[in-house]
């Protein structure tokens, strides 16, 4: 009998993003709106002795000591002298692509090792363990749908999803920096009042219109300037009936917020049309938190 951990690792969006000043530690400080979506990788996990085994059914994605996966395992291996693991990673997020699969990965392992090896760590205690392998991975760690994130995007605090809306995502096949598109940001003086909690009260009131106009991504136009498609992928999702089209985090990836899933798979096939790998979503849907919900254990007989 071996024990096998399964857990669900939902993608996100960036509902607005603002770009607040410089960190000392090459960070920036951001006002955001994180919202998890049912775009979800799979992670299947059981336990070996000593090493760490990880294969994913993607193949641009590494395998070994580069991947956030083996990080977060690695990082708990002392709390567990002489275990392992082998990960089977379904991969359906894109990769490189602005909506967190890789901190999403981790954090799904987080949550898997501490289960399987029985480690008894707290959320706190994860969410820490988190932090050190990216500003994202505490959300996923976050017992909400969607959160307020400022600091590094490490501070959280939640919010109330309405679940009553689509989404369409688009992700134009082309890489994009973070790094370097951080790098480019430069805060400019300007009389704009940008307030991420005007995004958050217009989100919680299920009022899409009003949403739409109060979205902003600060780094939109440094990845528009280096990558045309993107603001060609923004026009194309601008179909009848859609609110807030907007690009995710550092992109390339953008949204298009849609009122029903008619709208959503209209405006999708318009976007399949050009070639464009492109997805239909909803909010992450669970009535508890992540923790109590995105792990199972199950008895596998050998």
């Known amino acids: 009998m071996t024990a096998t951990v399964t857990c669900q690792a939902p993608a996100k969006i960036n509902l607005g993003l603002i770009i607040e ?34 294969h994913c059914t993607h193949p641009d994605v590494p395998c070994d000591e580069r991947n956030l996966i083996h990080q977060a395992i690695a990082m708990l291996q002392p709390l567990a002298p002489g275990r392992g693991v082998r990960v089977f990673l379904e991969k359906r997020i894109p990769v490189a692509a602005g909506v967190g699969g890789g901190s999403s990965d981790a954090a799904a392992a987080l949550l898997a ?21 990216g500003a994202d991975v505490p959300f996923f760690l976050y017992p909400s749908t969607a959160a307020y994130g400022r600091g590094r995007g490490d501070e959280l605090s939640a919010l109330i999803c309405p679940n009553s809306f689509f989404l369409v995502l688009v992700t134009p096949p082309v890489a994009v920096s973070t790094a370097q598109v951080y790098g480019q940001y430069r805060i400019e003086l300007t009389d704009v009042v940008k307030d991420i909690t005007i995004v958050g009260r217009h989100f919680e009131s299920g009022d899409l219109a009003s949403l739409a106009v109060a979205c902003v991504n600060d780094l939109e136009t440094i990845v528009i300037q280096q990558v ?51 997805w239909v979503c909803r909010p992450w849907s669970s009535s508890i938190s992540v923790l109590d919900t995105a792990v199972s254990v199950r008895e596998n007989e050998r």
């Open 113 to 133: 090792v501490n289960t399987l090896w029985g480690l008894q760590l707290a959320p706190d205690d994860l969410r820490r363990y988190g932090a050190r392998l």
């Open 21 to 54: 000043g410089r960190r000392d530690d090459g960070y920036h400080d951001i006002a955001t709106i994180f919202l998890k979506i049912s775009l979800a990788d799979t992670l299947r996990v059981e336990p070996i002795a000593g090493s760490i085994e990880i």
């Open 228 to 278: 045309p498609l993107v603001q060609t992928v923004k026009e194309t999702l601008r179909q009848p009936g859609t609110y807030g089209v907007c690009m995710s985090g550092s992109g390339p990836t953008v949204y298009a917020l849609c009122p029903s899933q008619d709208v959503a798979e209209r405006v999708a096939a318009v976007a399949r049309s050009r070639g464009w790998p492109t």
